[in-house]
């Protein structure tokens, strides 16, 4: 199994960054799938996941500024990221859940992260 984030980069506060994630060795469309986030010195935190039926969850803290989205196709899963805020540079990783729970602490699969720095 594969995970491979990209897209991240600097930005000024109220820039938008698009990232990507491309998935291999599993099931890509029977999968739960999700973006996390970890910011240095803090906990890793869940940003916004997507099941198999494409129905989205998102935080309250990015909840209107992010959207997640997949295409089945490409095994792909990415995360357009409008409005950021400083509070949003972190490192971003994708994540897959075996389970087919789709909950925050059941993701199982990671990528290596890409990091993405708003700055004020």
């Known amino acids: 199994v594969q995970l491979v984030e990209s897209g991240g980069g600097s930005v000024q506060s109220g820039g938008s960054l698009k990232l990507s994630c491309i998935v291999s060795?599993?099931?890509?469309?029977?999968?739960?799938l999700g973006w996390f986030r970890q910011a240095p010195g803090k906990e890793r935190e869940w940003v916004a996941t997507?099941?198999?039926?494409?129905?989205?969850r998102y935080p309250q803290y990015v909840k209107g500024r992010f959207t997640i989205s997949k295409d089945n196709a490409k095994n792909t899963l990415y995360l357009q990221m409008n409005s950021l805020k400083p509070e949003d540079t972190a490192m971003y990783y994708c994540?897959?859940?075996?389970?087919?729970?789709?909950?925050?602490?059941?993701?199982?699969?990671w990528g290596q992260g890409t990091q993405v720095t708003v700055s004020s």
């Open positions: 997507i099941d198999s039926e494409g129905t989205t």
């Open positions: 060795g599993l099931p890509f469309k029977d999968y739960c």
């Open positions: 994540a897959a859940d075996s389970s087919g729970y789709c909950y925050t602490d059941l993701f199982d699969y």
